[in-house]
């Protein structure tokens, strides 16, 4: 019988992807999601998964469930027999952090601590837990390896998820709970670049174009959201190993700066990209770009697609969903 | 009529010293405590408390509340209008912390957590934090000034100490809360030694006598917590002056070792102290202690009592209450 994984958050961007590729891979996805993100009125499996039934020509096992509700969780973790856990729930707006930080505090630890403590009770010992570049803080070298100090983060967005990285850690050496954390590196970043494209924004505002990189633009590590959901599943399958706590970075290894992005999305698209040159947001690094060696090294798992294949993905989504999902959807930010 | 001021953990070591000088700088303290660290059975007024009330001939308001009850909070709120918090509630023991890192993190962070919102709900917006030295990790320099960089704590303990300083921070950007942050250096690190001078133990266990300090062994911030309590009366009253988010390192700015330490008990108490050398701890720096300057400049606060007094003064308290208000004392720790 097919493995049931517990995917928290799996009703949003990388989450439905992964959905999607532990279904190809095997395992048998149980989903839960609180709708933080959905509009208004919206209380139905998302439209995300309905779309990965329809296109799968499978049901998705979902319910609708809040992280912070520690009883439904107790209840969840009853009826089923989870083998793993992937844990993508969260909020994630880093502006919103910075006006709202005690929700964020609330919301983000809460609900992993809420998550880790039933594991605990119920024995769940493997879990996938997606982070973000953002621990790194200001890279002191670069291409970021997994030994790069963490900290220094700007924002409470970016502390939850230090401050829940460290929990995690605390609790594997404690209760030798399996964990294997992921980096997920700018995987929505282009969502602006689209929305230009398309004609729902007028003008990209590109944040500073002064830093120390090859045209002044900051540059990232864009990557393939099938190629972040396939690293998770990777990660994933690495648990077996019995590897007690492990960080992987995932992303391509290569930076591309704002206005190489411009240039490769308007190829793809065949649209001209207005861009505005805005003064440097606070808390911005110049480059952060991953080293994933240590992940094809131990997790067999490498990024696939290149940059032209991403935005041409990008685009043919997004002209088929001018609005997105939802008006809050990854590609709407 | 007096300001009524918040002590959480006020029937704690610490606190139950700042309970004194708060009633002495003609304040109202409101206690709240969970008895987490009483016997078995107890759950009256705790012992510490009932002294205050015979020496100083008063009374003190009182109130059985854990932190992680929100409804009970929310209703000792309504029931009070705090001028101000002083939070100091909170699990401690460094070891404990390791074994047991989920509840760390669910006990100190939720609490912590659970105050700021009803603090924010109920416009109380004056907090003094009684924070650790463990958030400044391994010294980089010393002493250790407010500008030393945090984090790089070596158990879920002190990063929950570390956790909450940045929310609490966070809490201040966006909601103008005026917080002070306090430091408190080994204020109860001197318990075994008063407990070998006793009788109670055999003999000292001195953790590595190999750094590079003095005699070999750590050299640690000192302070009388009469001291301590008094600093946090002046970061207390400092908030009056609208002063933000701020952090005082509370310490007497000179560092003793282990051995002088010894040295400076066996005169106090006229008892030899057995010691023997053990291996060094993992987490363990050679030395720490503060650059208090900040706190004289700004709270006009400085310890006053030197090491001998601490020592004689620890040396009665420990010699009329042998085995100390309960088990879990922070003199029988």
Known sequence: MAQKVLVTGGGGYIGSHCVVELIEAGFCPVVIDNFSNAVQGERDVPESLQRIEKILD????????????????????????????????????????????????????????????????????????????TVYGDPQRLPIDEQHPVGGCTNPYGKTKYFIEEMIMDQCKAEKVLI???????????????????????????????????????????I????????????????????GCKVYNLGTGTGYSVLQMVKAMEKASGKEIMYLIAPRRGGDVASCYADPLLAEKELGWKADFDLERMCEDLWRWQSKNPTGFTKNSPFSI
Chains 1, 2 share one sequence.
């Open 58 to 133: 499978t049901s998705i096992e979902f319910y609708e469930l809040d992280l912070l509700d520690r009883t439904g969780l107790e209840k969840l973790f009853k009826q089923h027999s989870f083998s793993a856990v992937m844990h993508f729930a969260g909020l994630k707006a880093v502006g919103e952090s910075v006006e709202q930080p005690l929700r964020y505090y609330r919301v983000n630890l809460t609900a992993t601590m809420n998550l880790l403590e039933v594991m605990q009770t119920h024995g769940v010992r493997n879990l996938v837990f997606s982070s973000s570049a």
């Open 224 to 243: 393939h959201v099938v190629d972040l959901a396939k690293g998770h599943i990777a990660a994933l399958k690495k648990l077996k190993d019995n590897c």
């Open 180 to 222: 294997v954390i992921d980096f997920t590196l700018c995987a929505v970043a282009l969502s602006s670049l689209t929305q230009v494209a398309i004609g729902r924004r007028k003008h990209l505002n590109v944040f500073g174009n002064d830093y120390d990189t090859i045209d002044g633009t900051g540059v990232r590590d864009y």
